[in-house]
């Protein structure tokens, strides 16, 4: 099924673990073909399951996938063109959280991808200040904070973190539009 066929001896016929594979290997062609005849909710976490139905708990790939939404795996991967098939998706909730409460704009202006950032930045529910209540920083700077949550890191803080200056530039731009 995968356009390079080199990952094909470790998918199933499951149709979710096609759709993670694709995401995180950046297989564009095959991720619309997957989604369009098969109604999935682009913001659940997919995963493969045995034959009874219950998840595949295996210690790699499908373990991690399992926690993480399409959109965030697809940012994580900095796959630009997933990413902006999966943000024209009518349903898609651009700041999704994973288990550990960030969203792919915190991990995206962590890392510093700056073109993966700028992609999320187009979609109109956005959330520059969307914090992550289960972290706390205290020597961050105040602007980099949601007012209501003043400990609680934003993708702001997380690119501050980081150094990732043309991310914030980004996320100032953004927040002055």
């Given at each position: ?36 005849n ?23 790939f499908l ?9 965030t795996?697809?940012c994580l ?11 024209n ?12 409460n960030?969203?792919?704009?915190m991990l995206a ?13 187009t979609?109109?529910?956005i959330d ?6 289960r972290k706390?920083?205290?020597?961050a700077p105040n602007?980099?904070?949601?007012p ?19 991310v ?7 927040k002055s539009?």
């Amino acid at each position: 099924m995968h356009s390079e066929n080199k990952y094909n001896s470790l998918l199933n016929d499951d149709i979710k673990t096609d759709i993670v594979y694709s995401c995180y290997y950046g297989y564009l062609k095959d991720l619309k073909l997957l989604m369009e005849n098969n109604i999935i909710d682009v913001n659940t976490a997919m995963y493969q399951v045995n034959e009874e139905g219950f998840q595949i708990d295996d210690e790699g790939f499908l373990k991690w996938s399992s926690t993480n939404p399409l959109l965030t795996i697809a940012c994580l991967r900095s796959h630009t063109d997933i990413i902006e098939f999966l943000l024209n998706q009518p349903n898609i909730d651009v700041n999704i959280r994973d288990t550990f409460n960030e969203t792919p704009l915190m991990l995206a202006s962590e890392r510093g991808y700056t073109a993966v950032v700028r992609l999320l930045l187009t979609h109109p529910n956005i959330d520059i200040y969307k914090p992550n209540e289960r972290k706390s920083y205290r020597i961050a700077p105040n602007w980099t904070f949601n007012p209501n949550f003043p400990t609680a890191p934003t993708a702001l803080t997380y690119a501050w973190d980081k150094d990732n200056n043309k991310v914030i530039e980004e996320l100032l731009f953004h927040k002055s539009t």
